[in-house]
């Protein structure tokens, strides 16, 4: 059954063709000349670190702990709960757009924007105008982890192991120093670390990198972190769809929340992130919905999308009041729990 399904979509031209198509159709920058570098189909892999022990971590801290830990990061630990639908994530890779650099979606086009992701992450004490930049010399790999950690030289020579190409750091010693370390500071930023490199940047799974490190602690010094994670989404989604293959290493969990953001059914709402403590990556998370859609069904309601099935949130991310007005598109409908599928 899975090899007729991967036949019938690599038999199916329209999935890698449909926005080159339509952008030679309309005369724009796409010439004659363009040759298509995508792949029919490109075989994604999503896998994801365990989280069940950060959030066993985070359910155990008082909220004394956790809202200072809001304060310093961010809404970072919702990320822990929001799952990963596979069918759908492996579909959205199909329509990514070499050529513009976002998603083509039947007749609409749509790619994550600076001020989606800064307003899901809600970081209040970066500055962003103090984008991060890996400076020309750097501490060592030692001396960031004794500087984020607290902890001794020795301590993390000990425990700095070689992967790969890059020097790492375990998480399970990471775990364990959440758990007894005296600081509660820095529980907080080992907790922020612990979550860029296993959420953020799972680039070496069960182990914290080193460029994850540099980039950490540079936060620290008030540079956002938002243009570092949306480019590489954008850098591993290209890379893979030209490949045709690969593991994804940006957040997985972040784009398909900012994808379900587009889709919201909001009565009665009325500017809702002026309100003290809203969160809108909460608000998703909490949003139910279906994760039995198959692959192939994602794939055909993309292929239909039309612009009145999408809800342009803006840069200021404020909400009107829509009253009983659902979204049109039966196709979306079905993503969520309480809508047909028929």
Same mark, same amino acid.
């Given at each position: 059954?899975?090899?007729?399904?991967?036949?019938?979509?690599? @038999?199916?031209?329209? +999935?890698? /063709?449909?926005? %080159?198509? $339509?952008? &030679?159709?309309?005369?724009?920058?796409?010439?004659?000349?363009?040759?298509?570098?995508?792949?029919?189909?490109?075989?994604?892999?999503?896998?994801?670190?365990?989280?069940?022990?950060?959030?066993?971590?985070?359910?155990?801290?008082?909220?004394?702990?956790?809202?200072?830990f809001y304060q310093n990061y961010?809404?970072?630990?919702?990320?822990?709960?929001?799952?990963?639908?596979?069918?759908?994530?492996?579909?959205?890779?199909?329509?990514?757009?070499?050529?513009?650099?976002?998603?083509?979606?039947? @007749?609409?086009?749509? +790619?994550? /924007?600076?001020? %989606?992701? $800064?307003? &899901?992450?809600?970081?209040?004490?970066?500055?962003?105008?103090?984008?991060?930049?890996?400076?020309?010399?750097?501490?060592?790999?030692?001396?960031?982890?004794?500087?984020?950690?607290?902890?001794?030289?020795?301590?993390?020579?000990?425990?700095?192991?070689?992967?790969?190409?890059?020097?790492?750091?375990?998480?399970?010693?990471?775990?364990?120093?959440?758990?007894?370390?005296?600081?509660?500071?820095?529980?907080?930023?080992?907790?922020?670390?612990?979550?860029?490199?296993?959420?953020?940047?799972?680039?070496?799974?069960?182990?914290?990198?080193?460029?994850?490190?540099?980039?950490?602690?540079?936060?620290?010094?008030?540079?956002?972190?938002?243009?570092?994670?949306?480019?590489?989404?954008?850098?591993?989604?290209?890379?893979?769809?030209?490949?045709?293959?690969?593991?994804?290493?940006?957040?997985?969990?972040?784009?398909?929340?900012?994808?379900?953001?587009?889709?919201?059914?909001?009565?009665?709402?009325?500017?809702?992130?002026?309100?003290?403590?809203?969160?809108?990556?909460?608000?998703?998370?909490?949003?139910?919905?279906?994760?039995?859609i198959s692959e192939e069904r994602?794939?055909?309601?993309?292929?239909?999308?039309?612009?009145?099935?999408?809800?342009?949130?803006?840069?200021?991310?404020?909400?009107?009041?829509?009253?009983?007005?659902?979204?049109?598109?039966?196709?979306?409908?079905?993503?969520?729990?309480?809508?047909?599928?028929?």
């Open positions: 059954m899975r090899n007729e399904y991967l036949n019938k979509v690599e @038999d199916n031209t329209s +999935v890698c /063709t449909w926005s %080159e198509k $339509t952008q &030679l159709e309309k005369g724009n920058s796409v010439t004659e000349v363009y040759t298509s570098e995508l792949w029919v189909f490109t075989r994604i892999n999503s896998t994801q670190n365990a989280f069940q022990e950060l959030r066993n971590i985070w359910a155990q801290w008082d909220d004394k702990a956790k809202q200072l961010g809404d970072l630990p919702y990320l822990l709960d929001v799952k990963v639908d596979r069918h759908l994530f492996r579909a959205m890779v199909q329509f990514w757009n070499l050529v513009y650099s976002c998603f083509t979606f039947g @007749d609409v086009d749509l +790619v994550p /924007t600076l001020e %989606e992701y $800064t307003t &899901l992450l809600r970081c209040p004490r970066i500055q962003g105008h103090k984008a991060y930049v890996r400076p020309a010399s750097l501490p060592t790999f030692m001396k960031k982890l004794v500087m984020i950690t607290g902890m001794s030289e020795q301590w993390a020579v000990a425990r700095v192991r070689q992967k790969s190409d890059n020097k790492c750091i375990p998480w399970a010693v990471l775990r364990d120093l959440i758990s007894k370390h005296p600081d509660v500071k820095k529980r907080l930023d080992v907790l922020a670390l612990s979550i860029y490199s296993m959420v953020i940047f799972p680039k070496a799974l069960g182990h914290i990198d080193e460029a994850v490190a540099d980039l950490f602690d540079r936060l620290g010094k008030q540079n956002t972190p938002v243009p570092a994670i949306l480019a590489e989404t954008i850098r591993s989604l290209s890379a893979y769809r030209r490949a045709g293959e690969g593991r994804f290493i940006g957040c997985a969990q972040l784009l398909l929340v900012w994808f379900h953001s587009h889709f919201w059914k909001l009565d009665k709402i009325l500017c809702r992130v002026f309100f003290e403590g809203y969160s809108p990556l909460k608000e998703v998370v909490d949003m139910p919905r279906r994760d039995d994602w794939i055909d309601i993309f292929q239909n999308l039309r612009e009145e099935d999408v809800m342009n949130l803006g840069s200021c991310w404020i909400y009107t009041i829509t009253g009983s007005k659902a979204i049109s598109s039966e196709a979306v409908h079905i993503g969520y729990t309480g809508f047909s599928s028929e």
